[in-house]
């Protein structure tokens, strides 16, 4: 989904900014104590990278390219600098694979692989270790974490499908990793259980690989955590209550699973929560959940394919930077809240489709300027459609109303695109100021009209 990506790469960038300042900082201090001496990378170190880069692209000829101190000189993406203990000149970061020319670290070969991986136990004051589209066609296996020293801070695979193996179980004494990123490979196996002892780590992305078993361990010590996202590989069991401690998370997305039980109440303590995604998974009962009625910060919830069942619940009053919501095929009963139409002004995307839905369609929906897609299809929502040509020109095939079987439109609407029938009498749209069935579930709905209003007034 592309919210994820926009998401990791913001991070990413504030990552590497602060690694890059310290870097300089660094740099300077060394170059004071230094002074004009020459600075030498040790000779083991100098051969192991011209080993690896070898066997990542052996059409390179990188030591005739490079062949002087790789301290002075050496391609993007390999970087030495000042050990923080030893005050030794170290290679600290190793990235392999091109992804930009804003980062144009040597490229690998379509066949590249690593033929030792124990030449990384050579570089004992490596901090990040980076692979993007390197292992595509010879297996390569994940090495053991114990190679890496414990300085270890970003170990990162992205797009390796034929990187094989599994992760280490002495990752927990990984203690220096901030951020654990393996996605789009073929590692296999379970999350080991030491991964809650990462206490520095602020983005986990283990999304698109075959990881199986559940979530272990005891995740509230991970304060530092700021992106969980596990999407997209054959996990289960139940989400554990831990989660909750992860006061700073940002984003959990574990959609894409075989996730089961219901969603834990004590995910309420998830208050900086921007991006929740637990879709397409074997959550059940308990509806949606009313606690995120306090992550104030939500910019998406995703729930679908979920069997939750329940109302919609009035909870969008102080969820007005949402822009999008999907709770498709989660086995929903009852009205569309009129507060969805009023409250969430930034809303882009609704999927309330396949669900049982009844009642009709909120007016107010026409009023939420940069709604683009709105799915209702395969529910039995009645009466007439009660948006203007306007906005059914402005949604177009984005706006999906099929299979409900007493829904209509106006005559002029073209009936074909949306697949209801005409009305043939004057039915009233629903909306709150005509709604009779006023109960308690309408309040949210007149706390936010009043805020409007008073917007208004003020303006
Ligand atoms: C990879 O392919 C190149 C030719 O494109 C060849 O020279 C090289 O030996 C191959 N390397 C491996 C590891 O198979
Ligand atoms: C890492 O953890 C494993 C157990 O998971 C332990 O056997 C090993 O000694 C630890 N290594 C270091 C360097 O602390
Ligand atoms: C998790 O760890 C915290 C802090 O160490 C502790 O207070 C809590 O009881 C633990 N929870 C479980 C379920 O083990
Ligand atoms: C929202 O937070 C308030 C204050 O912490 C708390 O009293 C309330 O129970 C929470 N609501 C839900 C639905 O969790
Ligand atoms: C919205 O926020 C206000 C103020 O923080 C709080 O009093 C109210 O209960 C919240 N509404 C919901 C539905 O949680
Ligand atoms: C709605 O979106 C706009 C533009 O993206 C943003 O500036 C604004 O803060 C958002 N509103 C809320 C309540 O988050
Ligand atoms: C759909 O709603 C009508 C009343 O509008 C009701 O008679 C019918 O049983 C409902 N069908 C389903 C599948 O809920």
């Given at each position: ?5 926009f998401r990791?790469s913001?991070?990413?960038m504030?990552?590497?900014?602060s690694r890059?300042?310290?870097n300089?900082l660094?740099?300077v201090?060394a170059?004071i104590?230094?002074?004009n ?8 170190e ?10 990542l692209?052996s059409?390179?000829?990188w030591?005739?390219?490079f062949p002087?101190d790789?301290c ?10 000042y050990a923080?203990?030893t005050g ?6 190793l ?5 930009s020319?804003?980062?144009s ?8 692989t690593?033929?030792?991986p ?6 004992l004051h490596l901090?990040?270790?980076f ?6 066609q ?6 053991d974490?114990?190679l890496f020293g414990l300085?270890?801070e970003?170990?990162v695979?992205?797009?390796n499908p034929?990187?094989?193996?599994s992760?280490?179980?002495n990752i927990?004494?990984?203690t220096s990793l901030r951020?654990?990123i393996i ?5 296999s196996?379970?999350?080991p259980?030491?991964?809650g002892e ?8 283990l999304?698109?690989?075959s990881?199986?078993g559940?979530?272990?361990g005891?995740l ?5 955590l700021?992106?969980l ?6 996990l289960?069991g139940?989400?554990p209550?831990t989660?909750?401690?992860l006061?700073?998370l940002l984003?959990?997305?574990?959609s894409s699973?075989r996730?089961?039980?219901e ?5 309420k303590g ?16 308990g509806?949606v959940?009313?606690?995120l ?8 919830v995703?729930l679908?394919g979920n069997?939750?069942g329940?109302v919609?619940p ?6 007005s930077g ?5 709770l498709?095929r989660?086995?929903l009963?009852?009205?569309i809240?009129?507060?969805?139409g ?5 809303l882009t ?12 369609v ?10 683009s897609?709105?799915?209702?299809h ?7 459609v009660p ?6 020109g ?10 409900n079987p ?5 005559e002029g609407?073209i009936?074909?695109l ?9 039915e ?12 308690s579930?309408r ?6 009209r009043?805020?409007i209003?008073?917007?208004?007034l003020?303006?």
């Amino acid at each position: 989904m592309h919210f994820s990506a926009f998401r990791s790469s913001q991070l990413s960038m504030g990552f590497s900014f602060s690694r890059v300042t310290f870097n300089f900082l660094m740099f300077v201090l060394a170059c004071i104590a230094i002074g004009n001496s020459q600075p030498m990378l040790n000779s083991v170190e100098q051969e192991s990278v011209y080993r690896v880069l070898e066997s990542l692209n052996s059409d390179v000829p990188w030591r005739s390219l490079f062949p002087d101190d790789l301290c002075s000189s050496a391609p993007h993406g390999v970087v030495c600098d000042y050990a923080t203990v030893t005050g030794t000149l170290n290679i600290v970061e190793l990235s392999f694979g091109y992804v930009s020319d804003y980062n144009s670290n040597p490229t690998c070969s379509t066949n590249s692989t690593l033929f030792d991986p124990s030449l990384f136990s050579s570089f004992l004051h490596l901090r990040k270790l980076f692979f993007y589209e390197c292992f595509t066609q010879q297996p390569f296996f994940l090495p053991d974490l114990s190679l890496f020293g414990l300085g270890l801070e970003e170990l990162v695979f992205i797009n390796n499908p034929t990187l094989f193996g599994s992760l280490s179980d002495n990752i927990g004494n990984m203690t220096s990793l901030r951020r654990l990123i393996i996605t789009g490979t073929s590692v296999s196996g379970k999350i080991p259980i030491g991964f809650g002892e990462l206490t520095n780590l602020e983005e986990a992305t283990l999304s698109r690989n075959s990881l199986t078993g559940d979530i272990p361990g005891n995740l509230s010590n991970m304060k530092k955590l700021k992106v969980l996202d596990l999407s997209q590989n054959g996990l289960t069991g139940k989400i554990p209550g831990t989660i909750g401690g992860l006061e700073n998370l940002l984003k959990f997305d574990l959609s894409s699973n075989r996730f089961s039980g219901e969603i834990p109440e004590t995910m309420k303590g998830l208050r900086a929560l921007e991006f929740l995604d637990l879709s397409e998974n074997s959550f059940v009962g308990g509806g949606v959940p009313l606690f995120l009625s306090n992550m104030s910060k939500l910019q998406g919830v995703y729930l679908s394919g979920n069997e939750l069942g329940g109302v919609i619940p009035d909870i969008w009053e102080n969820l007005s930077g949402i822009n999008g919501i999907g709770l498709s095929r989660v086995g929903l009963v009852g009205e569309i809240p009129v507060s969805m139409g009023v409250c969430l002004r930034n809303l882009t995307y609704l999927g309330l489709d396949n669900n049982k839905l009844t009642g009709g369609v909120p007016t107010e929906f026409e009023k939420l300027g940069l709604l683009s897609e709105l799915n209702l299809h395969n529910n039995n929502l009645s009466g007439r459609v009660p948006f203007s040509l306007g906005f059914l020109g402005k949604v177009g095939g984005k706006l999906r109303l099929e299979g409900n079987p007493e829904l209509c439109v106006d005559e002029g609407v073209i009936k074909s695109l949306y697949n209801v029938k005409t009305c043939n009498e004057v039915e009233n749209p629903r909306s709150a100021l005509v709604d009779g069935t006023s109960s308690s579930t309408r309040i949210g709905d007149r706390i936010c009209r009043l805020l409007i209003l008073f917007g208004v007034l003020l303006w």
